[in-house]
Each structure stands twice: as C-alpha cells, then as structure tokens.
C-alpha cells in the first residue's frame, strides 16, 4: 500500500537537545512538506521541497532544518533553537502540479513534547 | 494576500441532522479548495477538492462541497450526520505565485454529533 510513513508516533526532548522526525513517502511524489499544527490553529508550514537537494522556507522556519536527499525522504529536526517545540508534526506529499491544483496526503504525524 | 475563514470552531448536530460547516475564501487568482478531515491523533485525510469545472464537488463518506465564487465560499455539507463524523474538517486553499502556491488553510471546526 502506497502512503507516507511518520517515526516516531511520540518523542520527548530534553533542553538543549535537537530531534530528527523522520518522513518516508512511497507516493513516488516530487514535492514532499512539514507542517506544525496547534490545538486551535490550522496547520502552519514550515518547510517545504519539491525536488532532491533543494528546500524552501515556509511561514515558521526558524528553529528548525530539513535535509532531501533521496526523493522518499524528508526529514525534520527541531533544533534547541526552537524553543517551544511542543506540537503535532505532520508530513505531507504530492504530485507537482499546476497553480497548486494538487492535493497533499498526510502521514499520521509525530507527537514532540519537551521533558 | 490569500486567506481562509471557517466560521465556527465547534459545531454541534444531532445524529441525522444536516451538517454545514462553513469555509469563506479570499484569494487574487482562480482558486483550488480543499476540504480535509482529521480524527484525533491522525493526519489528514481528503474530502474532496474543487480544481475546475464543476461547481458542485462530491467527496468521499455523503459529503460535498459547493463552489460559489460570488461569495468566495465553499461551504461542506452532508445531508445526515453519522456519529462517526465526529472530528475536525480544515478548508485550504491555493496561496499565489508569490508564495509559490502553497496551501492557506482555515483554523479548522470540530464537527460533534449529539446522539
């Protein structure tokens, strides 16, 4: 079954510490997305790629990185720069389309609370 | 700049009633709409989307959407709520050029359905 694939389903970081959320997608999707949801709030972006080797900023980018290596991977680390981490992480794909005419599919996402 | 405005954050229906959740759009270009629904502790899964053509849109689970551009409005509706569309419904839509067409998405409305 094709889908996008979330590890952790839970983490917990120390101060001081950075933590990588791994994305897996067997969509064969170009463009790949991470996305940090509030209660209360929609989903804000944070980062965003949509080929290997290259990655764009979304709205709330400070504090965090991402690396795109290989088309099935995109990877998240929340860095001890982000100073409140705690969220609901989701990681989303899609096909490359036309003015945005595509949707996205989304992982089951990777809980992040601070210990 | 593109926005979204789901009026609402809670809506309460009883078991066979008529669900509306309302979805309000402003955007300088022809727009794309999504609605998503999320269950707790899942990612998002698609409802359905309006790209063109029609502008009545059916989706997955009794739901559609309608389309007026008159009133920049998608709103979503299904004629009998089941108790099993109990979770939180998010409306995007396609940003611009200048932010190279990524999704807006609404705040999201938690759908609750009274037995």
């Known amino acids: 079954d094709g889908g996008i694939t979330q590890s952790p389903k839970y983490l917990f970081r120390k101060e001081g510490q950075n933590v990588t959320l791994s994305c897996e997608q067997n969509?064969?999707?170009?463009?790949m997305y991470w996305y940090r949801q509030d209660p209360g709030q929609g989903l804000r972006l944070i980062y965003y790629?949509?080929?290997?080797?290259?990655?764009q900023k979304g709205d709330i980018a400070e504090g965090y990185s991402v690396s795109r290596e290989k088309k099935e991977s995109f990877p998240l680390t929340v860095t001890s720069a982000q100073k409140n981490p705690t969220a609901f992480y989701l990681c989303?794909?899609?096909?490359?389309?036309?003015?945005?005419?595509?949707?996205?599919?989304f992982g089951d996402g990777t809980r992040l609370s601070i210990l | 700049a593109q926005s979204v405005t789901q009026l609402g954050s809670h809506v309460s229906v009883s078991e066979g009633a008529l669900v509306l959740l309302r979805c309000n759009y402003s955007?300088?270009?022809?727009?794309?709409l999504f609605w998503y629904v999320q269950y707790p502790n899942q990612g998002l899964q698609l409802l359905l989307k309006?790209?063109?053509?029609a502008t009545l849109v059916k989706g997955i689970n009794g739901f559609e959407a309608e389309f007026k551009k008159s009133e920049t409005s998608f709103h979503l509706t299904k004629p009998s709520a089941h108790m099993s569309d109990a979770a939180e419904y998010f409306c995007?839509?396609?940003?611009?050029?200048?932010?190279?067409?990524?999704?807006?998405w609404g705040a999201g409305t938690k759908l609750i359905i009274k037995p």
């Open positions: 989303a794909s899609s096909i490359l389309g036309v003015g945005g005419n595509q949707p996205q599919h």
């Open positions: 969509l064969n999707h170009d463009a």
């Open positions: 790629s949509q080929i290997v080797n290259d990655f």
């Open positions: 955007s300088s270009v022809p727009p794309y």
């Open positions: 309006y790209t063109t053509g």
């Open positions: 995007a839509v396609s940003g611009d050029m200048d932010s190279n067409y990524q999704l807006i």
